[in-house]
């Protein structure tokens, strides 16, 4: 599973669901998703599952889209260049 942006489980029963590694892709500066991965963090590695969070920094909620924009800032290209590549990297895996 390859989560972007998006809060993080925070039940037991909801991480009981989950049945494969999760990859994150996370802003910098999005407080209010980052906030969950902590505790998304602990409830994996409580059940032994794999979840793999990476945070750019100073890229804002939705990096990838405001990354590709022709006025796109700085930290948001630089993350979405990252995210893109890692991405690529986790799928020959598969």
Request: aromatic share 10%.
């Amino acid at each position: 599973m390859f989560p972007f942006y998006g809060t993080g489980p925070d039940r037991e029963e909801d991480i009981a669901r989950i049945d494969c590694p999760v990859y994150g892709f996370y802003g910098g500066n999005d407080e209010r998703v980052n906030a969950t991965i902590p505790k998304s963090i602990e409830l994996m590695k409580k059940t032994g599952k794999t979840y793999e969070p990476v945070t750019y920094e100073g890229a804002g909620h939705g990096f990838m889209r405001a990354g590709e924009a022709p006025d796109a800032g700085e930290a948001n290209k630089k993350a979405r260049a990252s995210a893109w590549n890692r991405l690529k990297d986790l799928l020959k895996k598969i």
